[in-house]
């Protein structure tokens, strides 16, 4: 069943007070996470004792993504975020629902995303996106409905984004609303074999009008 909010953050040892915005992923530059960072530095919301940012994914010391998250931490300290910023390392597949569930906010930033994955997995727990507008991310997340989209690379939109959210908690939970549903229409089995049958019904259509302007 779906867990709440206040269960996972009870879990995860998080206040019910708290403002989280959630990463999770490889640490790889082409991740976005820099971004990211960047966009909770100038966020309306950093001087927030509440805000928090957890920045979820493995890492191995001197392989490359040992190397980007040093590097991420050395950006978190730049910009004073440290307080605010925590790094669980890699999430348990067991965990992976709280932390999804215990966010305000699950940003994808990737620079490229094929499918996203993690998009689909915060939606289906209620979580609004904000999401780099490219890829599969584009068709995943739609803008207002069920979360916001953002130029990649471009930290004061992320931050525009984040900070709509956070500071709605109405419209927030609209989202969140708007996100589960989307999941579930989209890319449950029932929704999956609605479209299917939709495709092939259309394929069919297009097959008998197409013999029936040859034949004529």
């Not at 190397?67 to 999430?91: H, S």
């Not at 709280?98 to 979580?127: K, N, Q, W």
């Amino acid at each position: 069943g779906k867990i709440n909010r206040l269960e996972a953050r009870q879990k995860l040892g998080l206040s019910p007070e708290n403002k989280i915005i959630f990463y999770v992923g490889r640490f790889d530059e082409r991740k976005g996470i820099e971004t990211l960072v960047r966009a909770v530095g100038s966020s309306q919301l950093r001087g927030d004792p509440n805000l928090k940012l957890i920045i979820g994914g493995g890492s191995r010391p001197g392989e490359k993504d040992g190397m980007e998250r040093d590097r991420i931490e050395g950006i978190v300290a730049e910009l004073e975020l440290q307080t605010i910023t925590t790094f669980p390392g890699r999430i348990a597949d067991e965990l992976l629902p709280a932390y999804y569930a215990a966010a305000d906010v699950c940003v994808v930033p990737s620079h490229y995303e094929p499918f996203g994955l993690v998009a689909i997995e915060a939606m289906a727990s209620g979580t609004p996106v904000v999401a780099s507008d490219v890829g599969g991310l584009q068709f995943t997340v739609v803008s207002a409905e069920t979360g916001l989209l953002a130029p990649p690379k471009d930290a004061g939109a992320f931050s525009a984004a984040i900070d709509r959210i956070l500071s709605d908690h109405d419209w927030k939970n609209q989202l969140g609303l708007g996100a589960r549903a989307r999941v579930e229409n989209m890319f449950s089995w029932n929704g999956v074999a609605h479209q299917l049958s939709q495709l092939y019904e259309s394929l069919l259509e297009a097959k008998s009008e197409n013999l029936a302007t040859t034949s004529a």
